[in-house]
């Protein structure tokens, strides 16, 4: 069973700059691709970004696309989610998520497809 902890969530006003945090308890870490979600008030979960086990390969919600950064860092078990030029249509609650074994790269994309889940962290953006 894999924990996940997502940290770096707040407040900041529109136009300014987040850095999510998620760390994994567990040591198979860099076997899991990793995933960035979101949920805002009333409605549904949806794909923000995605990196492969080895980080070689990301995936992002076409909206995102040069606006979020995701990276990972297996030697501290830790995926980031970095989000510049941020706006009041961002916030919603981030989760990160674990995919052991992407058949292919749709799998990113699904969230039905992951198979552990973070406990979320706010994201505030103030117009």
């Known amino acids: 069973q894999v924990q996940l902890v997502e940290s770096g969530g707040g407040l900041v006003q529109a136009g300014g700059s987040l850095r999510l945090s998620c760390a994994a308890s567990?040591?198979?870490?860099?076997?899991?691709?990793m995933g960035w979600f979101r949920q805002a008030p009333g409605k549904a979960r949806e794909f923000v970004a995605a990196?492969?086990?080895?980080?070689?390969?990301?995936y992002y919600v076409d909206s995102m696309k040069g606006r979020f950064t995701i990276s990972r860092d297996n030697a501290k078990k830790t995926v980031y989610l970095q989000m510049n030029s941020l706006n009041p249509e961002h916030t919603a609650v981030y989760y990160c998520?674990?995919?052991?074994?992407?058949?292919?790269?749709?799998?990113?994309?699904?969230?039905?497809?992951?198979?552990?889940w973070g406990q979320g962290t706010q994201v505030t953006v103030s117009s």
């Open positions: 998520a674990g995919l052991r074994i992407p058949r292919s790269s749709r799998d990113y994309y699904d969230r039905g497809s992951y198979d552990y």
């Open positions: 990196i492969s086990w080895g980080g070689d390969s990301t």
């Open positions: 567990q040591h198979t870490f860099s076997n899991y691709a």
